[in-house]
């Protein structure tokens, strides 16, 4: 008898058990559901949309997918030197622009870190060029870089240099881009590599100056290794923001001259804009989407590889 | 007995004819709005002139259609044909009246967006006098497609050469005329670079036109081409530029950046007029719409109306060179205000409102009656002289844009060929080849 009942309270606790993490579960599952649903309208749907078009002949009476076609239209761009030569340029864009901007902001977050007169106000205005629209940044330095009236000339021809054609030469175009991208950005790893450096523990530092280190092996040996993962998910961060620009391109150089600023997300933005090839422009999207993947899964294992060796 | 029963029949007389125009009085009240009861079009236009027309045309506009409320909605150029493909495809869609940059009327009628206006349902509230006969070929070819009428042309403009006479006096050079050869232009071009003001830098360049890479720098390529009579397509709609003459023409468009002031090859439509206005170049090619903004407007420019004059660009092996870039008022397919949105349209594109337009907005008119009249403005006699020039040498040359419901898409082919030969990463001839290759296959 007295095993019954308690076999009984054993399963109705179960039970209860069983019910509590039910509702438990559904009660997570009810705050998660709206984010869920907004992540799968907003960022889900575009995707799928973007590859459904991709696979199809893109009807215009309808504005949207046709006629499925197959890998049709990523023959057609894998086939068309004009992307090649966009992502060239994207890529030597990456290459210049991402460690320059990196190097440079953590160089000024270390001076901004000392104590000096004038920090406060020097930091509040490294917060400018980040809220400036990237079309009046362009705007602004084409008027910069111009090669007759510009300020950058007049300034290096009083040390001798030029008249530089910044947006005629080639090199010089993408230069200009990638002066304009830095002084854009260059701040957020500011702000970012500021914030660090104040978060490093300080008796890390007291016991290297007791230790006798000088200011160049405190530097290398005990900050940098304490910032690796910082600088990593900075890069990671700045590389998924640098690799979609095409918003200054479009306002300081058109990707000209020639294709020499012809960067990937122009040349897909004119495909699908200009020229109404909506299929084939999101065959590319959808190939960069997954380079980008590709490119971003290798810099995040490598910076875990980086955080674990420091 | 008698009178009563005339001033009956009569009044029985009257009241049946009132009673038998009512329906149509109603009809025609409702189709064109009444008191009380305006009927409302909507106008999709190029942002540059949207809001000038909006508050210097409607006005005039509703002088003759008190009810039709008109409103005009400006959209950046580059937003604008996506914009009107996306509309003219709607099942409801929320434009009535759609204003058109020349090439892409093939594109709006090939997804049936556009109203036959020559077929029977405008034609019956088409005007008895509204005369297409008067239309300049070249203009109205604008706005056909498959021979339907689908547009007609509400604000005209044409390449032309503006250039600057005080210039050519420093240089010691004679002014321009229709004749100068592209041989001439390119002799005189050195002189023109010049120092004007005597403290021994150059300040003064010859010529500043389209060298960025942009839809449009291939249209000054296709004016020389054609002026050495070269064509951009053949009669089976086969690329046929990637010639000699086509290679040629390219060249001569890079060598006209030698003359240009330096950073030339970032110019383009503003940077250009930035240049001409402010004296700093002595000819300029670019559309003849910004002649009042260039030579009248004292706001805009530093010029005065006697220092600048226009022309057609210089003669080739051909003939002298221009080309077309019409902006056309078609209507929506599914319009629900048809008898309103078509007479809007026709005012615009009659004698009278093409005059309102040329003197209130500086737009220029497509009709032979109105270009061979005196204009209200003095300054608009050597640019109605130079527009009709201008419209017979495109008709003889062909000289447009590609017609295809693809023509952007070629377009932006050329101009990244074109913007690649300029910047010498390639040769003419490699970068038409290339141009050529890939518009085959685009329009295909």
């Known amino acids: 008898m007295h095993a019954t009942v308690s076999a009984a309270r054993g399963q109705s606790k179960k039970r209860q058990v069983r019910w509590e993490s039910f509702f438990d579960l559904l009660t997570r599952w009810s705050f998660l559901m709206p984010t869920i649903l907004v992540l799968t309208v907003t960022l889900a749907y575009p995707i799928f949309y973007t590859i459904e078009i991709s696979f199809a002949e893109f009807d215009m009476s309808s504005f949207g997918a046709g006629e499925w076609v197959g890998w049709s239209n990523y023959r057609e761009v894998i086939g068309d030197y004009r992307f090649w030569e966009s992502l060239k340029v994207t890529l030597v864009y990456l290459a210049i622009a991402l460690p320059l901007q990196i190097t440079l902001g953590f160089a000024i977050a270390f001076l901004i870190n000392a104590e000096w007169w004038g920090r406060g106000i020097t930091r509040a205005l490294f917060i400018i060029p980040m809220v400036v629209a990237p079309v009046v940044a362009g705007g602004m330095w084409r008027m910069i870089l111009d090669p007759l009236w510009g300020l950058m000339n007049y300034a290096l021809q009083s040390i001798g240099i030029g008249p530089l054609d910044w947006f005629g030469d080639p090199d010089l175009a993408m230069a200009a881009i990638i002066i304009i991208d830095t002084w854009r950005w260059t701040p957020f790893i500011v702000l970012i590599a500021t914030a660090a450096l104040l978060a490093l523990p300080k008796d890390i530092f007291d016991a290297a100056k007791i230790d006798g280190a000088g200011c160049w092996s405190t530097l290398w040996s005990v900050a940098l290794p304490l910032l690796v993962p910082i600088i990593t998910a900075t890069f990671v961060i700045r590389w998924l923001g640098a690799v979609k620009m095409f918003d200054i391109v479009l306002a300081a150089t058109y990707g000209g001259p020639g294709k020499a600023t012809n960067v990937v997300n122009l040349f897909i933005y004119e495909e699908a804009f200009r020229s109404l090839r909506f299929a084939e422009s999101s065959a590319m999207a959808v190939i960069v989407l997954v380079l980008t993947m590709v490119l971003t899964g290798i810099f995040l294992r490598g910076s875990r590889k980086l955080e674990e060796r420091f | ?207 500043d036109t389209y060298f960025v890479r942009d839809s449009l720098t291939p249209t000054i390529w296709q004016a020389i081409l054609e002026s050495n009579g070269g064509k951009l397509l053949d009669a089976n709609g086969k690329p046929a530029f990637n010639d000699e003459i086509g290679a040629r023409s390219l060249e001569m468009h890079r060598d006209l950046a030698k003359y240009a002031p330096p950073g030339a090859l970032g110019h383009g439509f503003s940077e250009s007029l930035q240049a001409f206005r402010q004296g700093q170049v002595a000819t300029m090619f670019t559309w003849g719409s910004v002649y009042k903004a260039t030579a009248v407007d004292t706001k805009t420019t530093t010029l005065k109306e006697e220092e600048v004059g226009i022309q057609v660009m210089p003669v080739g092996k051909a003939r002298a060179g221009t080309h077309r870039g019409i902006w056309n008022a078609g209507i929506s397919s599914k319009t629900d205000s048809l008898e309103a949105a078509w007479a809007f349209v026709q005012w615009l594109s009659s004698k009278e409102g093409e005059q309102i337009n040329a003197a209130l907005a500086g737009s220029f008119p497509a009709r032979k009656s109105t270009l061979a009249s005196k204009p209200n403005e003095a300054w608009l006699e050597p640019v109605y002289k130079t527009l009709q020039h201008s419209y017979q040498l495109a008709s003889e040359g062909e000289m447009w844009r590609i017609r295809s419901p693809k023509s952007n898409a070629a377009q932006q082919v050329l101009a990244d060929e074109v913007a690649r030969a300029l910047a010498g990463q390639a040769s003419a001839k490699d970068a038409l080849q290339t141009a050529a290759d890939k518009i085959a296959s685009t329009l295909k």
């Open chain 2, 1 to 207: 007995m008698n009178a009563v029963s005339r001033r009956a029949v009569l009044a029985r007389t009257a009241g049946s004819i009132i009673l038998s125009a009512l329906p149509f009085a109603a009809g025609a009240a409702e189709g064109l709005g009444k008191p009380g009861a305006p009927v409302e079009i909507r106008i999709m236009a190029n942002e540059a002139f949207a809001n000038s027309w909006q508050n210097q045309l409607v006005p005039e506009f509703n002088k003759q259609f008190p009810h039709v409320k008109v409103t005009i909605d400006g959209v950046p150029y580059a937003e604008l044909l996506p914009k009107m493909m996306l509309d003219a495809i709607n099942a409801a869609p929320e434009y009535d009246v759609l204003l058109i940059d020349d090439p892409w009327v093939p594109q709006l009628a090939s997804v049936g967006g556009l109203m036959d206006l020559k077929g029977k349902a405008v034609a019956a509230f088409t005007k008895p006098d509204y005369d297409w006969a008067d239309f300049n070929a070249a203009p109205l070819a604008a706005g056909e497609w498959k021979g339907m009428q689908y547009a007609v042309p509400v604000r005209s403009n044409m390449l032309l050469m503006f250039y600057n006479r005080t210039l050519y006096k420093k240089a010691g050079l004679p002014e321009p005329t229709p004749e100068l050869t592209w041989d001439q232009f390119f002799d005189q071009a050195k002189s023109l670079i010049q120092d004007t003001n005597g403290d021994g830098k150059v300040d003064a360049w010859a010529v």
